[in-house]
């Protein structure tokens, strides 16, 4: 199990964190390493997760897939490779092995159709229209007045949340097209009542992924107070930093974490 996720982190880390550390490297030791110009493979980040997920469970004596073919389904699954959500073998491979999918329906067509439509609607006519704007305010920040600040970062809040929950959308919408059921990965997050609240409706699937595999490994809330902030912490750190490579991302997660922390705390 170790030995294949440190294949899997191993070729995550260089593909797209190797310029990130290098870069970071020649600037705290004053060197001059030559930064790479490393080709970054698509959806890299979703099936590295997914592999180890699948590695986890399948030390733990969880897994059943059947055949070769049927893994390399599992991890090549079109629909989700790109933006998520991040699926499991126990969620996928029934699924695949249930022969019905091979029978086209017309009810799971339609249905799937119509959420592709949506989640295109989402992208292309609410966040691509955005853009433009969001750009324009965030590259003149020197100048901006604050109601200009208040509407590109209002503005920019809706853009990452249609554009990421369209994609999200369209993902499940194709997989209903092939009679197979993709679960949900937003439930209306902008309606949380909380951080905590926030992060089991933004990116379920990651979020769960993070709980399931890294929080409750790490210890989770079992060996106190402190141990359990520093798992947050630690958790959301690797999460944001598992978004991209750079120390927005760093700074993004350590955050997040933070507010989780003290949610913790006060409730």
């Known amino acids: 199990m170790w030995l294949g ?12 964190y190797s310029s ?4 970071n490297v020649n600037s705290f030791f004053n060197l001059n390493f030559p930064i790479p110009e490393v080709v970054l493979p698509l959806a890299i980040s979703f099936y590295s997760f997914t592999q180890i997920a699948y590695l986890v469970d399948a030390y733990k004596g969880e897994e059943h897939i059947s055949s070769l073919t049927n893994y390399g389904l599992f991890i090549t699954f079109f629909p989700q490779l790109i933006a998520g959500p ?23 067509f339609s249905v799937g159709l119509m959420l592709f439509i949506l989640g295109l609607a989402k992208k292309v006519l609410i966040a691509d229209n955005l ?9 003149n920040v020197q100048s901006i007045s604050m109601i200009e600040a208040w509407f590109g970062a209002l503005a920019y809040t809706l853009q990452l949340y249609f554009d990421f929950s369209g994609y999200s959308d369209m993902a499940v919408g194709l997989g209903k097209m092939f009679n197979v059921n993709i679960p949900i990965n ?3 997050p902008y309606k949380a009542t909380s951080i905590s609240d926030f992060w089991r409706r933004w990116h ?29 912490i630690i958790t959301m750190l690797i999460g944001g930093l598992w978004h991209g490579a750079g120390w927005t991302f760093v700074i993004w997660g350590g955050m997040h974490g933070t507010y989780l922390v003290i949610h913790r705390i006060f409730y």
């Open 86 to 108: 991040i699926l499991r073998h126990n969620q996928l491979i029934p699924e695949l092995e249930n022969k019905k999918m091979f029978v086209f329906s017309n009810q799971s």
């Open 204 to 232: 379920i699937t990651l979020s769960n992924f993070l709980r399931d595999y890294l929080y409750i490994p790490l210890g989770g809330n079992r060996k106190g107070k402190l141990r359990q902030y520093s798992n947050l």
């Open 5 to 16: 996720i440190i294949f899997d982190l191993g070729i995550l880390g260089f593909f797209k």
């Open 20 to 23: 990130f550390a290098l870069l």
């Open 131 to 139: 853009s433009p704007w969001v750009n324009q305010i965030f590259d």
């Open 186 to 188: 937003f439930n209306s």
